[in-house]
């Protein structure tokens, strides 16, 4: 009976979970880190009496205790998870923002010289050809 709210919240997490997924508003790349952890605390009134053990056995004699310090590494973990794709992006939105300066300035250039429409065409499409093979466009 206590531990029905450990059921419920995990019930939630999942649900919140899978229709974010179903909606396209996450990834299930990401999606496996919060199943695993509705999954736990829908499961974690089959094991508590394994947590008490565990707990005496590390020398923590509040067993909530250390629940909460194995919730606060998983959360830590997610943080540098996100960190880390944070910086990721960062750097590919520098790059494109590089890139895009560059192809702005060789169209001005080339825009310059109306005479040579035909100059500029395959500019273009040289521009583009490359920008394509560089990134899998």
């Known amino acids: 009976m206590r531990y029905i709210p450990f059921v419920i919240i995990g019930s939630l997490t999942l649900i919140m979970m899978i229709r974010n997924v179903v909606n396209g508003k996450f990834s ?14 829908i ?7 394994y947590v008490d053990r565990f707990s005496i056995m ?6 909530p205790a250390l629940i ?3 919730v606060f590494i998983f959360v830590f973990f997610l943080l540098y998870r996100l960190s880390a794709a944070v910086y990721r ?26 005479d040579n429409t035909d100059i500029i065409e395959s500019e273009h499409s040289n521009i583009l050809e490359s920008s394509s093979d560089q990134y899998g466009y």
């Open 28 to 41: 299930e790349k990401e999606s496996f880190f919060w199943a695993i952890a509705g999954l736990i605390m």
């Open 89 to 114: 992006l960062n750097e590919r939105i520098t790059e494109l923002i590089q890139l895009n300066a560059i192809y702005e300035h060789e169209i001005r250039k080339l825009s310059n010289n109306k």
């Open 68 to 70: 909460f310090a194995l």
């Open 58 to 63: 590390v020398g923590v004699s509040y067993t």
């Open 43 to 49: 499961t974690s009134p089959l094991y508590m009496d």
